[in-house]
């Protein structure tokens, strides 16, 4: 009977930790989705439907804007 109180009690804090995890990542994610500065207006406007280009630079080394340079 030990083993089933000490097996439940570490399922429950289990899904506690998770529980807690969870609603920390969804409020950090709400917490940073917009600057602070900007209004809930401001955000509509923003996701209104505009047309936009992007442009996508290639660059030679994977990962890299330039090749390194080695200095004496």
Not at 35 to 54: E, F, G, N, Q
């Amino acid at each position: 009977m030990n083993a089933l109180n000490g097996t439940v009690k570490s399922v429950v804090c289990g899904i506690a930790a998770m529980v807690i995890t969870v609603g920390m990542s969804v409020s950090m994610v709400q917490a940073t989705a917009t600057d602070p500065w900007i209004s809930a207006h401001d955000v509509a406007v923003a996701h209104a439907a505009v047309a936009s280009l992007s442009v996508r630079s290639e660059h030679a080394w994977f990962g890299q804007p330039s090749p390194a340079v080695l200095v004496d």
